[in-house]
């Protein structure tokens, strides 16, 4: 199992970027994705989720409508655009991989799954 994250940088404030995850090693269609961070210093947190139908998503209420979460079953990828970024979005960003379904994953509730596959994560820093 595999999940390679990009797409993170130095960006302005008030500015965009796009995370990629590519995934190998499962049938990336029947799980569910999600994306967390970790600021320095502190723990990692839930940024959002997305079903294994891309029907159904749930964000942390401190992205909710700057953040979206999408993914391509045919590309075994899911993605988190970011816009209007803050420097409090300054984190390692992961993706993870549930086998749960949607109702039974604890991402679907915002929180840890301990049967998630990780990432390496992506540097995401965000200057005032």
């Known amino acids: 199992v595999q999940l390679q994250a990009s797409g993170g940088g130095l960006v302005q404030g008030g500015g965009s970027l796009r995370l990629s995850c590519v995934t190998s090693g499962f049938t990336f269609r029947n799980y569910v994705m999600g994306w967390f961070r970790q600021a320095p210093g502190k723990e990692r947190e839930f940024v959002a989720a997305i079903s294994d139908s891309a029907h159904i998503t749930r964000y942390a209420d401190s992205v909710k409508g700057r953040f979206t979460i999408s993914r391509d079953n045919t590309k075994n990828t899911v993605y988190l655009q970011m816009t209007s970024l803050k420097p409090e979005d300054t984190a390692v960003y992961y993706c993870?991989?549930?086998?749960?379904?949607?109702?039974?994953?604890?991402?679907?509730?915002?929180?840890?799954?301990?049967?998630?596959?990780w990432g390496q994560g992506t540097l995401v820093t965000v200057s005032s």
């Open positions: 993870a991989a549930d086998s749960s379904s949607w109702v039974r994953s604890p991402l679907s509730s915002g929180r840890n799954s301990p049967r998630a596959h």
